[in-house]
């Protein structure tokens, strides 16, 4: 973050590259970093019975990829 803040600026502007597509540039990259950070620390979820019936008919089972195994412990459909 502290090179799109500060290091980067020395190396672009030139007679090639507008100051507008820099500040462009630099939000881009600041919506980057949020995502990235939002990515990895929201909770994925969990399945439990009560939301498992939604979910299957979300993501079907096509018996290649996934398939219907049941889970030893919770006995909810893998």
Do not use: R
Not at 5 to 14: A, M, Q, T, V
Not at 61 to 69: C, E, G, H, L, N
Request: charged share 25%; net charge positive.
């Amino acid at each position: 973050m502290i090179y799109i803040l500060y290091g980067s600026w020395e190396h672009f502007p030139n007679n090639y590259i507008d100051e507008n597509y820099l500040y462009f540039g630099y939000i881009q990259a600041i919506i980057c970093q949020y995502i990235f950070f939002k990515a990895c620390t929201v909770s994925p979820g969990k399945i439990t019975k009560k939301n498992f019936a939604n979910l299957e008919k979300k993501y079907e089972y096509d018996d290649i990829y996934y398939k219907k195994t049941e889970c030893n412990k919770c006995n909810i459909p893998k």
